[in-house]
């Protein structure tokens, strides 16, 4: 039996995809048990397709997920005002904003002033929303429920003779909060599979390294971990893959792991061990996302084809 990579036991391995399939990610070898790769896509893979810096592109791109929908961030209501009063508003799939139903109710003496602000797709709801309101202030008075009901009739004519349809563009404000942490531990699980599946089980069992990425992945912490989010490539930033492609890349003894332009850096080994790689067998993985597909390069070779205007 082959051993799975996170808790080391002889077991019959599933399908796990390194890059995650919400991203569009197609390599997916047997490497995890399928108790391992059921904690990992809850504790790691799903935090991270939950974050907006994924969200956001995974909608540009129209990436969908398992269940064949893209997400939509813009799906929960954000902010704004209108002649000064807070409305919630949000997007649909097609960014059509939708207002979310504000109705408040005010006694004056003698009378009610009842407000509504209302999506112009629930005018049809306004009336009903009166009868309601009028209907419930009246008989708190005491008075008759058919005299109630013509009563009614008239305060809703009434109603809609006031009423101004005005139209206006108003600025959302949406507040996202990002945890860094979630997208260093999603390159950290990256990182530790593609170095599991480049070297095999000697990684896995001797690295010290693997280990610590392991305790890491089991924890959520990455506390220890060597690398963090944000490199500047200098000039090979032309030539590597932008925001529309991910690529993982092992080169020394660092992997470097690009999701949609956000790109991470994690040790994958000690510098001294075997399995730290020089620039001339240095690897590097490219995925599409949309199409998914993925291909492995040389680093080498991938720099000679650019060079050479192939790539
Ligand atoms: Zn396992």
């Known amino acids: 039996m082959p051993l799975c990579i996170f808790c080391r036991n002889e077991r019959e391995l599933t399908e796990e995809h390194i890059v995650p399939d919400c991203v569009g990610g197609s390599l997916k070898p047997k490497l995890l048990c399928k108790e391992c790769n059921s904690t990992l896509g809850s504790t790691i893979d799903g935090p991270f397709s939950n974050t907006v810096l994924v969200q956001l592109p995974r909608q540009s791109y129209q990436i969908p997920g398992k269940s064949g929908t893209v997400p939509n961030p813009f799906g929960n209501y954000g902010a704004t005002t209108h002649e000064g009063r807070e409305l919630s508003i949000r997007l649909d ?11 408040s109710e005010q ?4 009378g009610l ?6 999506d112009k797709e629930d005018e049809g709801d306004i009336e009903s ?5 009028i209907t419930r202030y009246y008989r708190s008075l005491g008075m008759p429920d058919d005299k109630i009901q013509t009563e009614v009739d008239q305060a809703v004519l009434d109603a809609k003779k006031i009423a101004v349809p005005v139209s206006h563009q108003p600025t959302i404000k949406y507040s996202f909060s990002i945890d860094i942490n979630v997208l260093i531990l999603e390159s950290i699980k990256i990182a530790y599979e593609i170095a599991a599946l480049e070297f095999g089980e000697k990684y ?3 690295s010290p390294v693997a280990e610590a990425l392991r305790c890491a992945l089991r924890h959520q912490r990455r506390d220890g ?16 893959p932008g925001q529309d492609a991910h690529y993982v890349l092992l ?12 790109a991470s850096i994690v040790e994958y080994c000690g510098e ?3 399995f730290a790689r020089s620039i001339d067998d240095a690897v590097l993985y490219v995925f599409d996302p949309v199409n998914r597909s993925h291909a492995k390069h040389l680093l080498a070779d991938f720099l000679f084809q650019y060079a050479n205007g192939k790539a």
């Open 225 to 240: 971990i060597g690398g963090g989010l944000g490199i500047d490539f200098g000039p090979l930033k032309a030539i590597l």
């Open 107 to 110: 006694k004056t003496d003698p």
């Open 113 to 118: 002033e009842i407000s509504i602000t209302i």
């Open 251 to 262: 080169l020394h003894n660092s992997c470097v792991v690009s999701i949609f332009g956000i």
């Open 129 to 133: 929303i009166l009868r309601k309101k």
């Open 204 to 206: 896995v069992t001797y």
């Open 272 to 274: 001294k061990e075997t």
């Open 93 to 103: 799939e097609q960014f059509k904003p939708y207002v979310k139903p504000i109705v």
